[in-house]
């Protein structure tokens, strides 16, 4: 199975399309049993997901791989090694684990900063250590890797990659990441559940890209498929990408996805690519 279940929503109410907020521990339970019994054995939380951890330890997670994130090392740590350890402890006590899977920096920027070296061999440290199994980052842009892989080992690479954001292919690191040994994770595959939104729900914010937009549900249409498998085709044509984390706000909506996946992958083409900041990146979206 190449589906990792992320779990933000669980947490923290996520998405520019959730209606519902926050999941409810009955309903996250509900979640990881159909997860579980159709193959998915991978979460993917982070300490900045709110209450997630703490969900996911009190619901249980024996026989799940685990991977977390570290936040940004404050400015006012003096011992970064101390400060990664305390992190790492807490989100296995919340956890109730004793170790974890994949380790990850949600700021790997950092690992260029003055701490940056600290920082790495912190991780580093728990890897020898047996409490993580792999380290590696999250990046928001390809670019963060021509900086940081020449001078770093990672062996997890978390990065968006969609129908519109293609930057990991395109830039050539997908190949080489792949190359090089590196497992692949890839996540915002619905870019936030926008390419899951009917046509007439984008907000408004989204008009200057209605060209886009249209040939989007043009494509679906001539190819008879649904946004969910339009969005899953391009990443399972990708045999370099080790597991698409998707976030699912019901055990239904998982269930869609799975079914989904069972459809043969078309691959859409290249003009729906974007390198657009202001609409691949969600940070930069104003759509209140």
């Known amino acids: 199975m190449k589906i990792a279940l992320g779990t933000v929503q669980f947490g923290l109410p996520y998405g520019i399309t959730n209606r519902s907020g926050q999941v409810q521990h ?19 939380t982070a300490i900045a997901y709110g209450e997630s951890e703490h969900c996911l330890g009190q ?8 991977v977390t994130k570290l936040p940004a090392v ?59 199994e792999k380290i590696g980052i999250s990046v928001y ?28 292919a395109a830039s050539g690191w997908l190949a080489r990441l792949h190359d090089d040994g590196a497992e692949v994770h890839i996540r915002s595959i619905f870019l936030q559940g926008l390419l899951l939104a009917q046509k007439t729900k984008w907000p408004a914010y989204f008009d200057r890209w209605k060209s886009l937009r249209g040939q989007w549900f043009n494509w679906l249409k001539e190819n008879t498929l649904s946004s969910l498998q339009g969005c899953l085709g391009l990443a399972l044509s990708k045999p370099e990408i080790d597991l698409i984390v998707v976030g699912v706000e019901s055990a239904k909506q998982l269930q869609e996805i799975l079914a989904a996946t069972r459809a043969a992958p078309v691959v859409p ?12 990146n969600p940070a930069r979206w104003n759509t209140a």
């Open 26 to 44: 009955a309903e996250v339970k509900a979640i990881l049993d159909l997860a579980s019994a159709s193959g998915i054995d991978m979460l993917d």
């Open 269 to 280: 083409p290249e003009t729906l690519a974007s390198e657009d900041l202001d609409l691949i």
């Open 141 to 168: 842009d390809p670019e963060q890797l021509d900086l940081l892989w020449p001078k770093f080992r990672f062996d997890l690479v978390q990065a968006p990659f969609n129908i519109i954001d293609r930057r990991l």
């Open 74 to 132: 404050p400015d006012a740590i003096h011992d970064v090694a101390d400060w990664v350890e305390a992190q790492v402890a807490g989100s296995l006590s919340r956890l109730k684990a004793d170790r974890l899977y994949g380790l990850l920096l949600h700021c790997p920027d950092q690992l260029i900063g003055p701490n940056g070296d600290a920082l790495y061999r912190a991780l580093a440290s728990l890897k020898k250590r047996d409490k993580v």
């Open 59 to 66: 619901i249980g997670i024996d026989g799940w791989r685990i």
